[in-house]
């Protein structure tokens, strides 16, 4: 059964009281379930790509093999991310679109 706990803030007393079914009904429903993770590794991002044959694409579209001087503020800032990721959420706001225009399903990845 369901309580709630009175304490007398002079006594320092605790008391437990059983909710009434009014109470019960009254109270908010709980919150709902985390939507799944989507999160990998990016080594198995990697090995999957590289299965599928677009993991040139995605170092293209990475530009990890640009001259720093080529690359925008934006793009070295990704390619920096990328390098340091170790885990990556495949429905983030840079994942997403990233694998969209691969065509890959962050669905077909998840673990």
């Keep these: 059964m369901m309580h709630r706990t009175e304490v007398n803030v002079i006594t320092g007393e605790v008391t437990q009281i059983e909710l009434t079914p ?3 009904a009254a109270l908010p429903p709980p919150p709902p379930p985390p939507p799944p993770s ?5 080594i198995r991002l990697v090995e999957a790509l590289a299965a599928a044959g677009k993991l040139r694409q995605a170092y293209r579209m990475l530009k990890l ?13 990704l390619r920096e991310r990328w390098n340091a990721a170790h885990t990556l959420d495949l429905q983030s706001a840079e994942v997403a679109p990233f694998l969209a225009a691969l065509d890959v399903a962050p669905e077909s990845l998840a673990q």
């Design 22 to 24: 009014e109470e019960i």
């Design 38 to 42: 989507f999160t990998i590794t990016k």
């Design 65 to 77: 093999e640009a001259p720093l001087n080529d690359l925008t503020d934006a793009e070295l800032a």
